[in-house]
């Protein structure tokens, strides 16, 4: 049997839906789950798993996704320097399709004659670097806590090796302070979390600890049919037990402690910073500026980036989507204006967002 399909198995599949219906059964109330990773949100919708769920149980989608919490003067700033004479902007593809103010993208700019280079990793810009020292080659840095340490590790590389015309952008932003504004969001009612694989192959279970401390249950889950289906069962029995508590179900990738030589890498590399969310507004710490050490690697201090009167289009609903207060149909531009072949936001844009999921699923 192939990996996947141990992990897409129909028996399987079928034992682990009768036991959430069974743990449902003994749950007092309606039970609402958020999964805050955008690969959750993709698979939920790809295996169609809300639609086999009970009605006691639902699932809402929260700020997972890197490209889609990235704010308008994120991009803005990003375009701008993408125009800079003699600069070379690089970035992961999705990137280039997130729209600025008044739907000004990456894409565009490069049709207009900016340098913008797709890359599919930090690596490769440096490459991009080495190979045309006659230029600035700039990194446009967005992801979590799994993407940090890689450009962490390639901006120590660039120290070592006096590479000169190199510098990062760094959008970077880190979970738990988006997990306090979750937990502290009185309009939010959730019960539990999906909390992701990825991310927590890093963190490890302490970036949990405040979920049980406030009452929700937390389980750090997989992303096959099965995975999810079992995350779910278990989030469901700590609610039934009353004992709240961090689990892990992903085991085979994710432990307690996470990978603590990452982490000392983010921490030698970059300095907390407080970083603008999209639809969450700013949150002190959550970002990762580069430290003192690093800092000629910073964009900021080898180019006058002119600042952008930047303001979010009209009628679009990311932010309240991000934060699971609405559902994308709930927005007036969804399928509408707003496709995947013309995104006025960026949960349109990248497949880790949760109205590409909603249009290409629900």
């Not at 295996?47 to 490209?67: A, E, H, N, Q, W």
């Not at 894409?107 to 006659?134: C, F, H, T, Y």
């Not at 760094?170 to 988006?178: G, N, R, W, Y």
């Not at 991000?322 to 509408?336: I, Q, V, W, Y």
Request: aromatic residues 6%.
């Amino acid at each position: 049997m192939k990996y996947s399909e141990e992990y897409r198995d129909p028996a399987l599949v079928e034992r682990l839906y009768a036991r959430i219906g069974d743990v449902a059964s003994d749950v007092d109330s309606p039970v609402t789950i958020m999964e805050i990773c955008g690969t959750h949100t993709h698979a939920i919708g790809r295996f169609g798993i809300k639609s086999r769920l009970p009605d006691t149980v639902r699932l809402i989608s929260g700020p997972g996704c890197p490209v889609c919490v990235t704010a308008v003067e994120d991009i803005d700033r990003s375009l701008s320097m993408a125009r800079l004479p003699g600069v070379v902007l690089t970035t992961f593809g999705d990137m280039v399709r997130v729209p600025g103010t008044d739907g000004d993208t990456l894409e565009r700019a490069r049709a207009q004659g900016a340098d913008v280079r797709v890359v599919a990793s930090v690596m490769d810009a440096l490459n991009i670097a080495k190979g045309d020292p006659e230029r600035e080659i700039v990194f446009l840095g967005i992801g979590f806590e799994t993407t940090a340490p890689t450009v962490a590790a390639t901006l120590r590389r660039c120290r070592e090796k006096g590479v000169e015309n190199f510098s990062v952008f760094s959008v970077h932003k880190v979970i738990p302070p988006a997990i306090q504004f979750l937990l502290d969001d009185p309009e939010l009612a959730v019960n539990g979390f999906l909390c992701p694989g990825h991310v927590s192959t890093i963190l490890g279970v302490d970036a949990y600890e405040l979920m049980p401390q406030r009452g929700r249950a937390a389980v750090i889950t997989g992303f096959e049919p099965t995975d999810i289906l079992e995350g779910i069962a278990m989030i469901l029995e700590q609610i039934t037990a009353g004992k709240m508590d961090v689990e892990i179900q992903y085991g085979r990738a994710v432990n307690r402690e996470g990978n603590p030589v990452a982490r000392r890498m983010m921490e030698e590399v970059f300095r907390p910073s407080s970083a603008r969310w999209r639809g969450l507004g700013d949150l002190p710490g959550s970002g990762l500026a580069l430290a003192d050490e690093y800092a000629h690697f910073d964009v900021f201090s080898r180019f006058d980036v002119p600042e952008v009167e930047s303001r979010e289009e009209a009628g679009c609903l990311c932010g309240a989507v991000l934060t699971g207060k609405k559902a994308p149909s709930a927005c007036p531009l969804f399928r509408t204006r707003c496709t995947p072949t013309n995104p006025i936001g960026p949960c349109m844009v990248s497949h880790e967002g949760t109205c590409s999921a909603y249009y290409r699923y629900y």
